[in-house]
């Protein structure tokens, strides 16, 4: 995919932008700002974006709703090697799609789709912002790559090298992603509560990249969305 990029400073939503502008460009249009206002994250919530962060979004018109549906899964696991490319670290992906250093999020993924069915890919990555600002907002489970790694990579040159690990993947068969998502899930092999109070172990990971958890009960059930906090983590 040929990837164009436009930059701000800062914006109140990447993923507003290119939603509201999605007509006037083409697949691979990618929205970069250095801080956002109004920063949007899963359920409705907000994401904290300061300055000094890698916030973006990018264009993508998927072939199918199957294609769309995996987006998210190959952009968690981009994130995760671009950052190993740079820092020397490899973090880990809390189902869906939370990126992790030392257990604290530091990279949000929201895919949000237009009405002719294009996605909206918004990735948001802490990398300098100071543990003082996460504990100033209650956010004990976030954190940046500087404060967990001691190195803050160059914006630009993340943003490159996640771009270019998501078009090896797009490009990949989905059960090459499945087997590298896998590999990088640290939810699998734990016991989880569901945003609905369901406590169950993680399983695995379906081909299309929904959790199979196994319920106190015994019994298998599947999640495609929602919110899934790990015992002891968040
Ligand atoms: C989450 O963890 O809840 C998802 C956060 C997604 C944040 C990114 S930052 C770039 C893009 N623009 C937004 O407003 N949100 C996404």
Redesign the pocket.
Known sequence: MKFTLEEFNFLP????YLKENAKDFLEGQVIVAKE?TG????LG?T?F?PKNGL???VLICPKTVEDSLFLPIIAGIAVARGIKNLTGVLPKLKWPN?VLLNKKKIC???AEGTADGKVIM???INLGASRSYFDSLNLSHVSSILVETKKEPDRLELLNSILSEFDILLSSPKEEVIKLYRVLCITLGQIITTSTNLSAVAMDITPKGELIVKTQDNKIQILNSGEVSISGMY
């Open positions: 939503s990447t993923n507003l956002q920063g949007r994250g899963r919530r994401f974006s916030y973006f979004s939370d949000g993924i929201l918004g990735i948001g």
